[in-house]
């Protein structure tokens, strides 16, 4: 194979081996799931390789030559796939014994399947290419939410709908972008966001954003939450598609278009990322179900993403992009680790769990790792990235967004100390006396994970170093990570925001009556935030449920305002007209037969009159 064919395996590979063992009988399921192991670790072990090579481009005849399919292996590109493969192979492993029977081999394929669609999306060249895989992840998107629960399928519809919305979106803002540059190919130099490059900008970013799972098209997340398997969770919400999402985000502030620091379109982006932080994280330190929780945590992280690339400043872009692969680690150690309980209790409802530690010592310490990673505790990698974002805000001049970042901190840290403390800390509960710790294979994949958080933030330069060579091609920027001093006064403010939430969990535990998974309603019934909280959770703020609502009503008024004035203009004018041309004829007509030879004549002479007249 030729070097620059290469390109193909990492799309290829996956995909046929995903068909593969879709074909392998449920008696050879071991057979099975080796070769999904298999597959995934020569993928590693093929974009390894790749690594330290200079871009390669492949470029082919595409649709009868009618169209290019071309691919490009850049420093940004090989960084993600590489993390692609990685959690990929840790969750087929993990689903070797997390799942079983048919929904186990349909996992196994959608997963190899959707790990050849994202290679493809994050390889592409050009926008034709890129919208082929990036449509393609949809419709896997809604086969792995479908394996859940008696609700999927409805889950997956809301999902397919608003995902879809955003993807039309990039659709549109992609055939903007062809209109102002004449070619769909990756461009050489971006373009500035003015006149009709402003529409193919905000496109874009909806697509891309809403891709990641930011406001307002994360409401299918909490439900799939509930309803999917929670392998899926681990893998597509909670990892790879904030890699594919906030991968092509930066390229397309950075490679498509030209975001200048302070700009509009700069503080438009940071508001969105506040916005998402604040409000998701709110929802967030309110819920009772674990996989609840951590599904509203996967959309607040996704906002210190967008602040941090929104800035346009390098600090910030390269901690938006170091957060983007810190929240893909311990997120989808969270979700295993939820998976793990719920594999050996039956429930993720922190209501009825409590004191699972001695039992679960392992599952308990990795998400107590990965707990504090997230909510960006010294020296873990969560602190780290979000002090990188926080300096990036603060250097644009705009104050408020450093503060939503604080107030994240806060209540992250506030319902973690909730979650932590009701699984693995309260009171025991006499149903799960006989609860153990579960095998190797569910086991292995979170402590990997937990074990990344700690490396990565203690030797913060490694990953960094990476980050910075990657995207300084494609943003420009000079990443200087050594520059940057992480302790210093903003860093005291962080841990005074994390005292702050400590001591607000221990006045809601008390407050309860030391019940953990109560401890947050101190915040809960504050007057106007109960409101907002009450009209959120009867989804008042779903832009889905609302447009279903309008859907409905408008239906009702078409109905009423089409239909029945049709039927009373069809009664009025149709039928009691016929009526009384019926009745006016029928008095014409008298059974007197002098009447009808009048007629007649009458009728012979206006043909006659007709006939010589024209």
């Not at 109905?559 to 039928?575: I, K, M, Q, S």
Request: proline fraction near 3%.
């Amino acid at each position: 194979m030729s070097n620059d064919s290469i390109l193909l395996l990492p799309i290829i590979l996956p995909v046929v081996l995903g068909i593969i063992c879709f074909c392998i009988p449920e008696r050879f399921f071991k057979l099975r799931n080796f070769l999904a192991l298999l597959s995934n670790f020569v993928l590693i072990l093929i974009i390894s390789g790749l690594w330290h090579s200079k871009t390669i481009y492949y470029v082919s005849d595409w649709f009868m030559s009618t169209a290019i399919f071309s691919l490009k292996a850049d420093g940004f590109s090989k960084f993600i796939l590489l993390w692609i493969s990685i959690f990929s192979f840790l969750i087929t492993l993990y689903a070797w014994s997390k799942m079983t029977g048919s929904k186990s081999r349909q996992f196994i394929t959608y997963l190899l399947i959707t790990c050849g669609f994202a290679c493809g999306a994050v390889l592409a060249n050009t926008l034709l290419v890129l919208l082929f895989f990036w449509e393609a992840l949809l419709v896997t998107l809604y086969l792995f939410i479908v394996l859940g629960g008696e609700n999927s399928y409805r889950t997956a519809l809301k999902a397919f709908v608003l995902v879809g919305f955003c993807d039309f979106c990039f659709i549109l803002g992609a055939a903007i972008y062809w209109k102002i540059t004449g070619s769909f190919d990756f461009p050489a130099k971006p373009v500035q966001i003015e006149g009709l490059a402003i529409l193919s900008f905000v496109m874009m970013i909806i697509g891309v954003t809403g891709k990641a799972g930011a406001l307002p098209f994360h409401t299918w997340i909490p439900d799939a939450a509930i309803d999917a398997p929670v392998s899926f969770m681990a893998f597509l919400p909670g990892a790879l598609e904030k890699l594919i999402g906030i991968y092509l985000l930066t390229r397309v502030c950075f490679q498509f278009f030209h975001l200048i620091p302070g700009s509009g379109s700069s503080i438009g982006l940071m508001t969105l990322g506040s916005l998402t932080i604040v409000i998701a994280v709110s929802m967030a330190l309110i819920q009772k179900d674990v996989k609840r929780l951590l599904s509203y945590h996967a959309i607040s992280q996704v906002g210190y993403m967008i602040v941090g690339i929104g800035t346009g400043i390098p600090a910030g872009i390269a901690g938006g992009i170091f957060h983007m692969l810190n929240n893909a680690i311990y997120k989808s150690a969270l979700f295993l680790g939820a998976g793990s309980v719920e594999h050996r209790t039956g429930t993720t409802d922190l209501k009825s769990l409590g004191g699972l530690y001695s039992q679960m010592p392992l599952t308990g310490l990795c998400f107590v790792i990965c707990a504090a990673a997230i909510s960006g505790i010294w020296p873990l990698n969560g602190f780290v990235s979000k002090e990188m974002i926080i300096h990036g805000s603060l250097e644009t001049g705009y104050k408020i967004f450093a503060i939503a970042c604080w107030i994240g901190a806060i209540l992250t840290f506030a319902s973690f100390l909730k979650a932590s403390h009701a699984m693995f800390f309260g009171e025991k509960n006499n149903k799960f006396s006989n609860v153990k710790e579960n095998n190797f294979s569910i086991v292995f994949p979170m402590g990997v994970l937990a074990l990344l958080c700690i490396v990565f933030g203690l030797f913060s330069r490694i990953p960094l170093n990476a980050i910075s060579n990657s995207v300084a091609v494609v943003s420009g920027h000079d990443f200087s990570t050594h520059a940057l001093n992480l302790f210093n006064p903003v860093s005291g403010v962080t841990i005074l925001c994390l005292i702050f939430a400590f001591l607000l969990h221990r006045y809601g535990y008390l407050k309860s009556g030391k019940k953990a998974y109560l401890a947050s309603e101190v915040v809960h019934r504050l007057p106007v935030i109960n409101t907002l909280y009450n009209l959120a959770e009867r989804k008042i703020f779903d832009i889905y449920e609302q447009g279903i609502r309008f859907i409905r009503v408008f239906s009702i008024a078409l109905y009423y305002g089409f239909d029945r004035t049709a039927d009373w203009l069809y009664e009025r004018l149709v039928v009691e007209s016929g009526v009384k041309a019926i009745n006016a004829l029928r008095s014409i007509h008298r059974g007197f037969v002098s009447g009808y030879v009048a007629w007649i004549f009458a009728g012979i002479i206006i043909i006659i009159i007709f006939t010589f007249a024209f």
